[in-house]
């Protein structure tokens, strides 16, 4: 951990990049040979911050030898991660990436996905961009991923950024609009279906309500308790004042002791809250390390569409509406604007009713 925070500054520039690499390999291989598991994450990312130093200076056989060491050594959970590094490697040496998409176990669409946005994202090749948002957008169109709204989103801007027709935008807009809209119908059509069974059918306007009252007993046995609570035995005061003395002078003395033994108990607890205090500080690092991985995990694993709409839905077509009243003209256009500002009204409505 030391070593990534003297690195971290230092990955910004491929001037400084170049110094990290001997640090790196030699921690990258001696994590390897003890087969650390404790944070796979973070092994995976000194593997990040290496691949990122050696494509630098384009040494891909450097990052191919890398990446065989690296797949034994991390577990499979993470491989998925390993796997985008080399099909960058692949795309950035101009190779065909489909057939190693092909050898790659992963039955997980958002993570094949996933794998193919990342080499949209870093391709330095407009063609290999197009085809890996197509890729995308098919694998979580056809495993109904609710992902692909956001995708099909990410495309549309991508084609007006790079001369493609608006035509094209918009129909990637209003594809990822009608997946949502659909949802939207759907919960409609129940809601309906609902308040018609409940006026319609099965409802024959007779009841019965059963009324409890309170016998009252509850508050005497209060009363009762409180009284009881109230009285109490007295000893008469007989006693001599040399009795009295005497027992004051044993309450002096057990106070003592007392005193002495609450000091070592004390000594003794506050030895066992240091020790409790750094259990819990390594239980809680383990925690938020184990909260972390199972966030990252469910962030890859695949969902199914919400059978209604939330406040993010709301947004998006929000969003997809605004974008549209940019491309179309006339009363399009027009319908475009109302049907974005409609749907910021239903994004603020629901986010209210969650509160």
């Known amino acids: 951990s030391s070593l990534w925070n003297v690195a971290l500054p230092l990955m910004h520039s491929a001037d400084t990049r170049r110094l ?3 640090p790196l390999t030699v921690a990258t291989q001696a ?3 003890v087969k650390y598991a404790e944070d796979p994450f973070f092994f995976v990312g000194l593997y990040r911050a290496l691949f990122d130093c050696y494509s630098d200076a384009s040494q891909w056989d450097r990052i191919h030898d890398m990446l065989n060491e ?9 491989h998925r991660r390993l796997w985008a590094l080399r099909m960058l490697a692949l795309s950035r040496q101009g190779k065909n990436v489909v057939v190693a998409m092909g050898k790659m176990k992963e039955s997980q669409a958002k993570a094949q996905a996933n794998i193919w946005l990342v080499l949209a994202g870093a391709s330095s090749r407009p063609a290999d961009q197009f085809g890996a948002f197509t890729k995308a957008i098919d694998i ?21 950024r790079n001369g493609y027709d608006s035509v094209e935008a918009n129909e990637q807009l209003a594809a990822a609009a009608d997946l949502l809209m659909e949802v939207e119908e759907e919960s409609e059509e129940e809601d309906e279906d609902a308040v018609d069974d409940f006026y319609y059918g099965g409802f024959d306007g007779e009841g019965s309500e059963d009324h409890s009252q309170s016998d009252g ?15 109490g035995s007295q000893q008469p005061p007989s ?7 005497k027992s004051r002078r044993d309450d002096g003395t057990r106070s003592a002791t007392g005193r002495s033994r609450a000091g070592s108990r004390g000594s003794r607890s506050r030895k066992s809250a240091t020790a409790r205090s750094r259990k819990s500080s390594g239980s809680s690092r383990q925690t938020s390390q184990r909260s972390k991985e199972s966030k990252l995990k469910k962030a890859e694993e695949d969902e199914e569409l ?12 929000c969003r997809i509406y605004a974008a549209r009243s940019r491309l179309d003209r006339g009363p399009e256009m027009h319908g475009a604007l109302l049907g974005a500002s409609h749907f910021a009204v239903r994004f603020f409505v629901s986010t209210v009713e969650l509160a």
């Open 217 to 231: 007993k509850s508050f005497a046995g209060r009363s009762q308790k409180s009284s009881r609570r109230g009285g």
């Open 239 to 245: 006693e001599s004042g040399r009795s009295r003395r």
């Open 306 to 317: 919400a059978s209604q709409l939330y406040a993010h839905h709301y947004d998006a077509l």
């Open 31 to 33: 994590l390897a040979a």
């Open 20 to 22: 990290l690499i001997g």
């Open 140 to 160: 979580l169109q056809n495993a109904e991923q609710p992902e692909v709204v956001e995708v099909r989103m990410q495309f549309a801007d991508w084609l007006l």
């Open 70 to 78: 690296a797949f034994p050594a991390i577990p499979s959970t993470c």
